[in-house]
């Protein structure tokens, strides 16, 4: 980093000035492997295996201070981290007597970097571009963990978890950036790939066989992925970009093995993802430039995997997958700042994909014996009534957003021309699209029963909030925009077959709230069109918002069998315009 701390200092380049932060490959791969057999009349083996793994860095690129400084080439201040971890478990427990073989893994991999780069309280004049960029690309490949024990009792126990908590900022803040004849990108960009899978059996008498798998992103506390323009800040350029941008896929797979005379196989699956995308304007903050384009736009894949198979002469499985969605995408522009532009485009984008297994099934279960019992559920939570899944634009109090033509150029008012008059668009997107599928078989010689649960809610917030601002476009059109397309499929299939008696309950169900907002309170609108739409976009592609359930359910026995399936599937879509 340069920095300057007291009287200003100058720095001065005919050609290009550079500051790097790199990280170019932070990886940790651990492995560890347990074996323990015991003989005897009464026996006990037993063996352990706990991994952490963890990538904590700091990286930082900064321009800051009280400098001056002048180039004629290009400018870039940019922070990089690379990392990737990996961790494998294997651990076998097997005692040949009448005793207890007992296994278990636990392994997790942590990353928590903090990644930023920024120009601060300098004064930077060039004829060519400025980039202040901060990106980190995050691999967790492998957080797995597996295990089998066998004796007269066997027990395996096996966790693994994936958390990926790094935070990604680029910035200009208390600046003065003068690039008139170049362009200033202020990118924050994060691409996170999670995985995490505890898989394991027991074999015995008794045999339990139990797996946790969880994978986590972001939190609650901290916005992950920033691009902010600080308070105060002044920016004269030719174009001006400001983007935070996330690109993520979580994965987590559990599945569970018991077989005995009475066996029991279970596994809890977790997903969460928190990640935020904001693209941030803070206050008395002047702007003057050609095109001005900020784009907040996450994209995230999220899915789970859970298998439990259970043999003996009385089995039980069970499995429980909770998908949590809570990412953001949200353009923040504060108060009593002045944004001039040729051209102004404000994009808020939130994509939801869960279709890892589109064409299979994420849940499976497997049991033979005499007695079986077993539940199987999926929820996909995408928002909550507590905190909704947004995509979203919020311009504060007092603050202009004013469109000019370059002066001299003439611009049409009708016809084709006029398309190409200057712009302001101002539009959010909310795509949610999910596959669920649910799948039992149990097999009893007396008695059998299963449940089967495949659940995926959205609470979806597409929203532009103009509060006391004012928003001219002297030579062309205003554009307010909101949409959300979704597409969500849930379905369970069970076959129960009994000897006796058995019974099959299949709950589907889907429930969609779609809030798609344009609110514009105390504000001041002025341009040649102006078109507010809630529900479509600025080419008036419309809402596309589909749910479709399944359940199917077989029961088979010498006597009564119950087979009951619960679809339910609802949608409330709210395309609302307040001014």
């Given at each position: 980093f340069i920095s300057s701390t007291g009287a200003a200092d100058r720095i001065s380049a005919d050609g290009d000035l550079t500051i790097r932060a790199d990280v170019t490959d932070s990886r940790i791969v651990a492995a560890a492997e347990t074996a323990s057999v015991s003989v005897g009349l009464v026996g006990l083996s037993g063996g352990g295996i706990n991994i952490t793994n963890v990538v904590q860095n700091t990286v930082d690129a900064d321009l800051t201070g009280s400098l001056i400084v002048n180039t004629a080439g290009d400018i870039e201040v940019k922070a990089h981290e690379n990392s990737y971890l990996s961790a494998e478990a294997l651990s076998l427990a097997a005692s040949f007597s009448l005793g207890t073989?007992?296994?278990?893994?636990?392994?997790?991999?942590?990353?928590?970097?903090?990644?930023?780069?920024?120009?601060?309280?300098?004064?930077?004049?060039?004829?060519?571009?400025?980039?202040?960029?901060?990106?980190?690309?995050?691999?967790?490949?492998?957080?797995?963990?597996?295990?089998?024990?066998?004796?007269?009792?066997?027990?395996?126990?096996?966790?693994?978890?994936?958390?990926?908590k790094?935070?990604?900022?680029?910035?200009?803040?208390?600046?003065?950036?003068?690039?008139?004849?170049?362009?200033?990108?202020?990118?924050a960009e994060a691409t996170n790939t999670a995985e995490a899978t505890a898989v394991g059996g027991a074999v015995g008498a008794l045999a339990v066989g139990a797996m946790k798998a969880e994978t986590r992103l972001g939190t609650a506390a901290e916005e992950e992925v920033v691009a902010d323009i600080g308070h105060n800040t002044i920016i004269h350029s030719e174009g001006l970009k400001l983007e935070s941008i996330s690109n993520d896929d979580i994965f987590a797979d559990g599945e569970a093995l018991s077989g005995g005379l009475i066996g029991i196989a279970g596994a809890e699956v977790d997903t969460a993802t928190r990640q935020d995308a904001i693209a941030r304007i803070g206050d008395d903050v002047e702007i003057q430039t050609g095109t001005l384009e900020i784009l907040a736009d996450h994209e995230q894949s999220v899915d789970a995997r859970g298998d439990?198979?259970?043999?003996?002469?009385?089995?039980?499985?069970?499995?429980?997958?909770?998908?949590l969605v809570?990412?953001?995408?949200?353009?923040?522009?504060?108060?009593?700042?002045?944004?001039?532009a040729g051209g102004i485009f404000i994009d808020a984008k939130?994509?939801?994909?869960?279709?890892?297994?589109?064409?299979?099934?994420?849940?499976?279960?497997?049991?033979?014996?005499?007695?079986?019992?077993?539940?199987?559920?999926?929820?996909?939570?995408?928002?909550?009534?507590?905190?909704?899944?947004?995509?979203?634009?919020?311009?504060?109090?007092?603050?202009?957003?004013?469109v000019d033509a370059p002066e001299g150029q003439e611009t049409a008012v009708i016809g084709a021309e006029s398309r190409n008059a200057p712009r302001i668009e101002i539009e959010t997107y909310i795509s949610a699209k999910g596959v669920d599928n649910v799948?039992?078989?149990?097999?009893?010689?007396?008695?059998?029963?299963?449940?089967?649960?495949?659940?995926?809610?959205?609470?979806?917030?597409?929203?532009?909030?103009?509060?006391?601002?004012?928003?001219?476009?002297?030579?062309?059109?205003?554009?307010?925009?909101?949409?959300?397309?979704?597409?969500?499929?849930?379905?369970?299939?069970?076959?129960v077959a009994s000897g006796l008696t058995g019974g099959a309950f299949a709950n589907v169900s889907t429930v969609t709230h779609a809030f798609n907002e344009v609110n514009l309170t105390d504000a001041q609108v002025r341009g040649s069109d102006i078109s507010l739409f809630a529900g479509q976009d600025s080419i008036r592609v419309p809402n596309v918002v589909f749910s479709i359930d399944d359940a199917q359910v077989f029961t088979a026995s010498l006597f009564p069998s119950i087979g009951i399936p619960d679809v339910d599937a609802d949608i409330y879509k709210n395309n609302i315009i307040n001014v």
């Open positions: 073989a007992v296994g278990a893994s636990v392994v997790s991999n942590t990353a928590d970097s903090a990644i930023e780069a920024a120009i601060t309280d300098a004064v930077v004049t060039t004829f060519g571009d400025i980039d202040v960029l901060a990106i980190s690309e995050l691999t967790i490949d492998n957080t797995d963990t597996a295990g089998i024990s066998g004796s007269l009792v066997g027990v395996t126990v096996n966790s693994a978890a994936a958390v990926a790094n935070t990604v900022q680029a910035g200009i803040r208390g600046a003065e950036i003068y690039a008139e004849t170049g362009t200033v990108t202020i990118k439990a198979l259970a043999f003996g002469l009385g089995a039980g499985f069970g499995v429980d997958v909770d998908n809570l990412g953001q995408a949200v353009v923040d522009i504060g108060e009593n700042s002045e944004l001039y939130n994509v939801f994909v869960k279709e890892r297994f589109k064409t299979g099934f994420n849940l499976t279960s497997g049991s033979v014996a005499l007695v079986s019992i077993g539940v199987m559920t999926s929820t996909t939570d995408i928002g909550t009534s507590t905190q909704s899944f947004d995509a979203r634009v919020d311009i504060g109090s007092g603050t202009l957003l004013q799948k039992v078989e149990a097999v009893s010689g007396l008695a059998g029963g299963a449940k089967g649960k495949s659940v995926m809610d959205a609470e979806l917030n597409s929203q532009v909030n103009i509060t006391g601002a004012t928003i001219v476009n002297n030579d062309g059109d205003i554009f307010f925009t909101t949409r959300t397309d979704t597409l969500l499929r849930p379905n369970a299939n069970l076959m």
